[in-house]
T-cell receptor, first 111, second 113 residues
Framework: GENVEQHPSTLSVQEGDSAVIKCTYS??????FPWYKQELGKRPQLIID?????GEKKDQRIAVTLNKTAKHFSLHITETQPEDSAVYFC??????????FGTGTSLTVIP | DSGVTQTPKHLITATGQRVTLRCSPR?????VYWYQQSLDQGLQFLIQ???????AKGNILERFSAQQFPDLHSELNLSSLELGDSALYFC????????????FGPGTRLTVT
């Protein structure tokens, strides 16, 4: 089955700086890569996703890049704000298959 | 609000007991997923149902079982509970299975004493 690895496990940045979280996957058949943000005690919420036919996608301060050849994808958050502090999970899936989640990155934005 | 509902929100029970967690997917979603999240841990996939049929199984213990009913709601049954089963249990739904957005419910916090 698929194996998703996520790094780093914790990340601290100063407010206004950028944050980058990286994930790798093993199954070349994976074609959908969502990112979820989870605040303490709350449900994971989808913040951005990308499909395998696209290399990059942006939504305001958030962007995701995908390198199919290297089997890795990354989340980029620019101009970080204290409210960006949360745990971020990446995931990979294929049509007709389950989602495989990374182990999470705890992001702290220091005011 | 994702449109996915879960009941109850909190559940406190004793070791050895049995509980049932309930999930109603978003209107129109056919697929339901169950996840377990222990304290400071990631999301552990338990099981997936699609239109009433079991689709995929993850790290689900034999003491746990689930089903999806004709109206598409799903129940997760946990029996012979142990202290280590204390966790947040999330249900998620999607239109179909695989490469479509999953929407998570608010979760059920289970505490086993």
């Amino acid at each position: 089955g698929e194996n998703v690895e996520q790094h780093p496990s914790t990340l601290s940045v100063q407010e206004g700086d950028s944050a980058v979280i990286k994930c790798t996957y093993s199954d070349s058949a994976s074609n959908y890569f969502p990112w979820y943000k989870q605040e303490l005690g709350k449900r994971p919420q989808l913040i951005i996703d990308i499909r395998s036919n696209v290399g990059e996608k942006k939504d305001q301060r958030i962007a995701v890049t995908l390198n199919k050849t290297a089997k890795h994808f990354s989340l980029h958050i620019t101009e970080t704000q204290p409210e960006d502090s949360a745990v971020y999970f990446c995931a990979a899936s294929t049509t007709g298959n389950q989602f495989y989640f990374g182990t999470g990155t705890s992001l702290t934005v220091i005011p | 609000d994702s449109g996915v509902t879960q009941t109850p929100k909190h559940l406190i029970t004793a070791t050895g007991q049995r509980v049932t967690l309930r999930c109603s997917p978003r209107s129109g979603d056919l697929s339901v997923y169950w996840y377990q999240q222990s304290l400071d841990q990631g999301l552990q996939f338990l099981i997936q149902y699609y239109n009433g049929e079991e689709r995929a199984k993850g790290n689900i213990l034999e003491r746990f079982s689930a089903q999806q009913f004709p109206d598409l709601h799903s129940e997760l049954n946990l029996s012979s509970l142990e202290l280590g089963d204390s966790a947040l249990y999330f249900c998620a739904s999607s239109v179909v299975d695989g490469d479509y957005e999953q929407y998570f419910g608010p979760g059920t916090r289970l505490t086993v004493t």
